[in-house]
């Protein structure tokens, strides 16, 4: 019996970790590769700040999106040298510019120069302090919706909206952070378990953050996009992006709209037949959530270039 079909997905911040990448690089020719390329497009040494921090700056926005593409797209490297090929590709926020990479639609050294720009872009959109994100666990994404559009009507000339609709009972809030606060005690009171605010620096994927999108418009209508390799099932849409023209719109509206994450895995697993996962990143916060989404789908994490030998055997 053949196995069923993969698909790689791709993290976003968050997943970030001090030495990152350093035992594929020292594993793999091909993964050293990426990582130098990487200093050589960015005029920097990434490399060394992914392997060896120091940690307060790689969690810094404009430093962390490059260094978890250039992970991301190291592993994929050497999943590619291994035979491993996805049957659709999916990115968590900075993760949809890994799979675009990982399926041929955009070269690395463009993606490298976009997202140094888009973290340095987000991070100017919202002066520090005045924006804020909150986890909301324990009811559902459209309860969560209605807190935010009730805060909203509430505060008005504040922005308080769905940031990532990460799972069933898991969803991200974002905006002004008063309205952020007022949004968590209401979730509070109608049955959220957890509401928590998100130590992050910026209110990513809302609204307020329209001056980076119209900042990074251009840059992406100026770069080349080839049809991916692969189906992308995009954050703005949760449907798969099939040309670089559908991939190139949805990085423009991914950047103040929701990540429609729960959906796009349901997608998956309910249109596309996919039956496994391999994230394709540090760490396996991906695989966590679609343990939540799907427990009868399989979900594997990469902590070390040995672990794809266990992929490989499952084949």
Request: proline share 7%.
């Amino acid at each position: 019996m053949s196995s069923p079909p993969i698909a790689f997905i791709f993290p976003g911040q968050g997943s970030q970790e001090v030495g990152m990448g350093r035992a594929w690089a020292e594993a793999h020719p091909a993964a050293r590769a990426v990582f130098d390329q990487a200093d050589e497009v960015l005029g920097f040494a990434l490399s060394r700040l992914c392997w060896e921090g120091p940690e307060e700056e790689l969690v810094l926005t404009a430093n962390t999106q490059p260094a978890l593409l250039a992970t991301s797209v190291a592993i994929a490297q050497v999943l590619a040298g291994a035979g491993l090929a996805p049957a659709a590709v999916a990115g968590h926020s900075l993760g949809e510019y890994s799979a675009l990479v990982a399926t041929g639609a955009l070269t690395f050294a463009d993606a490298l120069r976009l997202v140094r720009r888009r973290g340095e872009l987000m991070q100017q959109a919202v002066p520090v302090g005045v924006g804020a994100m909150a986890a909301i666990m324990g009811i559902d994404g459209d309860a969560v919706t209605a807190v935010a559009a009730e805060i909203s009507r509430q505060r008005r000339g504040e922005v308080c909206a769905v940031a990532n609709l990460n799972g069933p009972l898991q969803t991200v809030i974002a905006g002004h952070r008063a309205a952020v606060e007022a949004a968590i005690e209401l979730a509070r009171s109608r049955g959220a378990k957890i509401a928590k605010l998100l130590p992050v620096s910026a209110p990513f994927h809302s609204p307020l953050m329209r001056p980076a999108r119209e900042g990074l418009e251009p840059l992406l209508r100026a770069t080349s996009f080839d049809d991916p390799s692969a189906p992308v099932v995009t954050n703005a849409d949760a449907r798969p992006a099939t040309t670089g023209e559908e991939a190139r719109d949805a990085l423009i509206r991914q950047i103040d709209g929701p990540v429609r994450w729960y959906e796009s895995m349901r997608y998956l697993r309910q249109q596309a037949g996919i039956g496994r996962f391999v994230e394709v990143g540090p760490k396996n916060v991906l695989c966590g959530l679609g343990r939540r989404i799907d427990r009868d789908a399989s979900w594997h994490h990469l902590p070390g270039p040995e672990a794809i030998d266990k992929l490989l055997q499952e084949r």
